[in-house]
T-cell receptor, first 111, second 120 residues
Framework: QQQVKQSPQSLIVQKGGISIINCAYE??????FPWYQQFPGKGPALLIA?????SEKKEGRFTISFNKSAKQFSLHIMDSQPGDSATYFC??????????FGAGTQVVVTP | GAVVSQHPSWVICKSGTSVKIECRSL??????MFWYRQFPKQSLMLMAT?????????EQGVEKDKFLINHASLTLSTLTVTSAHPEDSSFYIC????????????????FGPGTRLTVL
């Protein structure tokens, strides 16, 4: 079963809007939470990542919010652009370095 | 940044044949490489973890005799799909991890561009 639950499955946002994707996990052994962006026919690329000792991390238009007590984390894409249209995966890594991926969110940014 | 390549990028083969996919870390030494499989519109599913010079560790439900993995050097891992069948058609992606000391704990994985396998 999926150890990292991701929602929504898809979302449509207008150019300039905010895209928000949420993830939740149960395994408290997870200690590294990356987000990946994947375009059709390509491998996933690391977008931004956070450790559990930090509640928020921002890199450009991308922000991760992390709630350790709730075991939830989210990705915010500010000022969404058509080039951001892609599938986004949250993930979590255990102490063995294995990545557990969420189901993915297909984001479409309309002009 | 760390670059991982895969070859070929796509391959079409007949049912019953074997196909080899190469994964190379171009500018760093990867002590651990991971192989994933991705079906259309789905997430990545880990197939196996390989460490240089040792046998791969397969995830539950993955047939190790069908998906042969070799990690012969710190920059090359190969996945061979033996006696391929149409249900093996998928997008295969590798990733490579760098080592921090004696463990890959806290280290990132760098993904290759993927290989599209179609079995007729």
């Amino acid at each position: 079963q999926q150890q990292v639950k991701q929602s929504p499955q898809s979302l449509i946002v207008q150019k300039g809007g905010i895209s928000i994707i949420n993830c939740a996990y149960e395994n408290t052994a997870f200690d590294y939470f990356p987000w990946y962006q994947q375009f059709p026919g390509k491998g996933p690329a690391l977008l931004i990542a956070i450790r559990p000792d930090v509640s928020e991390k921002k890199e450009g238009r991308f922000t991760i919010s992390f709630n350790k007590s709730a075991k939830q984390f989210s990705l915010h894409i500010m000022d969404s652009q058509p080039g951001d249209s892609a599938t986004y995966f949250c993930a979590a890594t255990d102490s063995w370095g294995k990545l557990q991926f969420g189901a993915g969110t297909q984001v479409v940014v309309t002009p | 940044g760390a670059v991982v390549s895969q070859h070929p990028s796509w391959v079409i083969c007949k049912s019953g044949t074997s196909v080899k996919i190469e994964c190379r870390s171009l500018d760093f030494q990867a002590t651990t490489m991971f192989w994933y499989r991705q079906f259309p519109k789905q997430s990545l599913m880990l197939m196996a973890t390989s460490n240089e010079g040792s046998k791969a560790t397969y995830e539950q439900g993955v047939e190790k005799d069908k998906f042969l993995i070799n990690h012969a050097s710190l920059t090359l891992s190969t996945l061979t799909v033996t006696s391929a069948h149409p249900e093996d058609s998928s997008f295969y992606i590798c990733s490579a991890g760098t080592s921090g000391g004696s463990s890959i704990y806290y280290d990132e994985q760098f993904f290759g561009p993927g290989t599209r396998l179609t079995v007729l």
